[in-house]
């Protein structure tokens, strides 16, 4: 069978050699790189099944990088981050990560982290459904994965694309904030709320006219997310 393939990228060769063993030991092949370009070079050539990207390196670092991989490819990313703030988390997100993890972390949280990631990215690869969804100015073709927004077509992380998935399929429904958490990123992320907040305010920037007056993905205030509908 063959082994799924992960790529480390940090320059800390003591944390590369420890990830690198475990994931090694918990069946996946693994590739490293200690930085940005290194890294570029084995997305094109190897196209892992997942990234594991450290923030702080030297010339270019984890924000960027992100931001070119995600100009070619939606391969599921993790970011690691020494930092705590809110803030660094979301503009991690924000660049297309899917997830990420505050160092120091442990090996077997880092490993249910990727079998979490992956589980998304695979269950989003199966579901095709030969359907459309339009409504005033936006439609979603849910065979070819495209959405569009006043008839331009508009590019969507992963992630997005899930998250405005599960609201444009329950269009007119309240969706509980848990209940998409748990939908789009899995029962581990029930109670990441942040995370939620992050990717609609994504999709807003995307699809609203103004996203601080949405028309269309509405707030219910302590309760979840609707998207409008007639």
Known sequence: MKKTS??????????????????????????????????????????PALI?????????DGYELCRR????????????????????????????????????????????????????SRSSEEVKTPSTFTHRDVSVDFAQRRVRVRGQEV?????????????????????????????VWGPEYQDELEYLRAYIRHLRQKIEDDPHQPKYILSKPGIGYIFASQ
């Open 69 to 120: 991989i995600r100009e070619f490819s939606d391969v599921p990313i993790i970011m690691l981050t020494a930092k705590v703030e809110d803030v660094d988390k979301v503009k991690g997100l924000k660049q297309g990560a899917d997830d990420y993890m505050t160092k120091p972390f442990s090996v077997q949280e880092l490993l249910a982290r990727i079998e979490a990631v992956l589980r998304r």
């Open 155 to 183: 590019a969507l992380t992963l992630t997005e694309y899930k998250l405005l998935s599960q609201l444009v399929n329950n269009a007119g429904r309240v969706m509980l904030h848990r209940e998409l958490l748990v939908r």
């Open 6 to 47: 992960v790529l480390v990228v940090d320059d800390d060769p003591q944390l590369v050699r420890l990830v690198r063993a475990n994931l090694e030991a918990a069946g996946y092949k693994v590739f490293t790189a200690a930085d940005a370009r290194s890294a570029l070079n084995i997305v094109d050539m190897e196209m």
């Open 52 to 60: 594991i990207l450290d923030i702080m390196m030297p010339e270019i």
